[in-house]
């Protein structure tokens, strides 16, 4: 099985009456899957990892042959600008690419979450996934556009990777981006940021600063910035 291009059917259109059905019990499983489900499907390539899926129809004919109307997500390697150092290992785009294929083709279930469920998961299974942005296949386009950024490197988060968080900012940082080590990173208590370091000395030389000091109850949230 291969993703057609966008706009293109995968087959003729059967000439036998067609109608919808409320599910499907995937080929060799218990497993039902229904509209609005997220499957894996069955590359051509056996190569590659299998496609993933939203299920937007399920119908029939009078053969009894089932065909799924799907909506794909692609992964970030699919997708014209390739994978990035942002982009986590489960990340999925919702793209704007329709299709219907042979409901044969489904190997199992899965679940996208949204961007922040999936980083509140405490595990992370082999059928999570997360999705943050919707791609248009034919140009490349994603949206939003902008999302928010973190650390010197002014990246968007990828939850693959550790970070730290400034107690005076409440930035957050790469541990390689501030001069550690992950392991280092790992054994941390506290940490502050040369830039909150160096307010912070500057505060104290000066007779009129006010230092203030970072409040117990600290809000576990990033400073944000567009990009």
Not at 88 to 99: I, N, Q, R, T, V
Not at 106 to 134: A, M, P, Q, S, W
Not at 173 to 201: Q, W
Request: glycine residues 6%.
């Amino acid at each position: 099985m291969a993703k057609t291009r966008p706009g293109v059917a995968s087959s003729a259109k059967s000439k036998l009456s067609k109608k919808d059905i409320d599910s499907y019990t995937i080929k060799g499983t218990t497993k039902i899957v229904r509209v609005g489900d997220c499957v894996l499907m069955r590359p051509s390539d056996a190569g590659k990892a299998p496609y993933v899926a939203h299920v937007e129809k399920i119908e029939a004919d009078a053969r009894n042959n089932v065909k799924v109307h799907c909506r794909w997500y692609y992964r970030p390697e699919e997708s014209l600008g390739g994978r990035r150092q942002f982009h986590g290992a489960k990340e999925l785009f919702l793209s704007d690419h329709y299709d219907v294929q042979s409901a044969h083709t489904i190997e199992g279930k899965c679940i996208v979450h949204t961007f922040k469920n999936y980083t509140r998961l405490e595990n992370v299974g082999v059928e999570d996934y997360y999705c943050r942005f919707e791609y248009k296949a034919a140009t490349g386009a994603f949206t939003p556009d902008r999302v928010a950024v973190y650390c010197k490197c002014e990246m968007p988060y990828n939850p693959d990777d550790l970070m730290v968080q400034c107690e005076g900012c409440k930035d957050w940082y790469h541990p390689a981006c501030v001069g550690m080590t992950i392991e280092e990173a790992k054994k941390l208590e506290h940490f502050v940021c040369v830039e909150c370091r160096s307010e912070e000395d500057g505060a104290k030389r000066s007779q009129n600063g006010f230092a203030s000091a970072p409040t117990n109850d600290l809000k576990v949230e990033a400073k944000r910035r567009k990009r």
